[in-house]
């Protein structure tokens, strides 16, 4: 997990830092543990993490071949973190897109499995870690364990897997931001902000509680994330790290050439979260480059330094959306939604600039794509449907007499069949010459 940044008793501000959460067996309680890596170090905490979990679960190297009964759950999930998580460049291994939220739900697994063995993992059990968090978050959590029970069984620390129960798959977020709404949140980012005066510092200057507006704009630093958002529907992640600076381990915005790097240069991207370079739309672009005059080294800053998530981003949402089920994923919807809605763009052209298969984007979005049916909208407006059109035969005339011609030479179903079919007068000849 990510500690945010807070400031000590004696004034000194402490930076965000990247942390372990864990329950102590010994002490009967949570525990965090600070790796001392800041925010942008996510890999080398990676690595930290990695390290500490194999020390902290088992001294010793993980016994293979042993029964569902005797094998800890700790010591699958250790695996797991060992084989799937330490990845490096050119290793051959599929990195996961989001590894920072992939040990989180590790440790939230440890914490309550941690002590069970894999024998242990059924419905009962399964249903009760249902009610640990919501329903979408235990699933998503259950689903990292079928995975690390799975990968113990191919590497052989267990002899069998057993089946992971899962809550029923929710269905998928159908709303999107209107043009309304996005105006909304940009409004609500350019408001000053308030302050509350303190109880305490303030009991002598009848101030106490009263709350005044300040000159700061706190949500200011939003607006670029939803302007991009909005324009090329770029996940969360990849947005936050981008940088106008080509940069290591961060996508690059080529302000010049008005290409965005979705991802970072030489990036094993996940298969199922591609990240192609699109061209910028130009009315973007010119955001862009004044954002760069203006000194910004990154698109999205705070304070002058990166960040890479918002909780005012939710809070944002909630409160200039209230009425709708959004959040700051939908934003990558609704660019989906808006681009599909205009028939003259290509599927195949938007699947790419979204970074999207033509199969998903089909499925998923397929239904806002109406405008290939102006035709038949025409035809039923203007009351043809249901009746017979005639063929234009260029003034000809034609109609079906009151007899219609039979067919001549051949016996009909009520006539007798003659008993000696006479022979045409070319087959006699033939016969005469033969004799």
Not at 66 to 84: G, T, W, Y
Not at 181 to 197: N, P, Q, R, S, V
Request: aromatic share 8%.
């Amino acid at each position: 997990m990510l500690l945010p940044e807070y400031r000590n008793k004696n004034g000194s501000v402490e930076k965000p830092v990247w942390a372990i959460k864990y329950f102590d067996e010994g002490a009967r309680r949570q525990k965090t543990k600070r790796t001392g890596f800041g925010a942008s170090e996510s890999a080398e905490a990676q690595k930290y993490f990695a390290q500490w979990l194999t020390e902290h679960v088992s001294e010793e190297p993980i016994q293979r071949d042993r029964k569902n009964n005797e094998v800890p759950i700790a010591d699958v999930l250790s695996h797991f973190v060992d084989v799937k998580l330490t990845t490096q460049p050119g290793d051959g291994k599929k990195a996961y897109s989001r590894p920072h939220e992939v040990l989180k739900y590790v440790m939230d697994l440890i914490e309550w499995w941690g002590d069970k063995a894999v024998a242990d993992v059924n419905r009962a059990n399964c249903e009760k870690y249902w009610r640990v968090f919501s329903l979408n978050a235990s699933r998503n959590r259950l689903e990292y364990l079928r995975r690390a029970l799975t990968l113990a069984l191919e590497d052989g620390i267990i002899t069998a897997i057993p089946k992971v129960f899962l809550p029923t798959k929710p269905e998928p977020r159908s709303d999107f931001f209107e043009r309304k709404d996005i105006a909304k949140m940009l409004w609500a980012c350019l408001a000053f902000g308030t302050y509350t005066h303190n109880a305490e510092k303030s009991k002598n200057t009848g101030l106490a509680g009263k709350q005044v507006r300040t000159t700061h704009r706190p949500r200011r630093h939003l607006m670029p994330y939803i302007i991009m958002a909005m324009y090329t529907g770029t996940r969360s992640n990849r947005m936050f790290t981008a940088s106008f600076v080509r940069q290591k381990g961060r996508p690059w915005i080529d302000l010049e050439e008005g290409v965005y790097h979705r991802s970072a240069p030489g990036e094993d991207v996940a298969k199922n979260k591609q990240a192609p370079s699109i061209r910028i739309p130009l009315r973007l672009l010119r955001h862009m480059r004044r954002w760069y005059r203006l000194g910004r080294r990154y698109p999205i800053e705070y304070r002058g330094e990166p960040i890479t998530r918002s909780k005012a981003l939710g809070k944002l949402i909630k409160e200039c959306v209230p009425d709708k089920d959004v959040v700051p994923h939908s934003f990558r919807h609704t660019a989906a939604t808006w681009l599909m809605k205009r028939s003259e763009l290509s599927i195949h052209d938007i699947a790419g600039f979204l970074g999207m298969s033509m199969e998903m984007l089909d499925r998923v979005y397929g239904h806002h794509r109406t405008g290939h049916q102006a035709d038949i909208d025409d035809a039923i407006t203007a009351g043809g449907i249901g009746k017979t059109k005639k063929r234009d035969d260029g003034g000809e005339v034609f109609s079906y007499d009151e007899k219609t011609p039979r067919d001549t030479g051949r016996n009909t179903s009520d006539q007798p069949k003659p008993s000696r079919i006479k022979m045409s007068v070319n087959s006699q000849k033939q016969r005469k010459k033969a004799a």
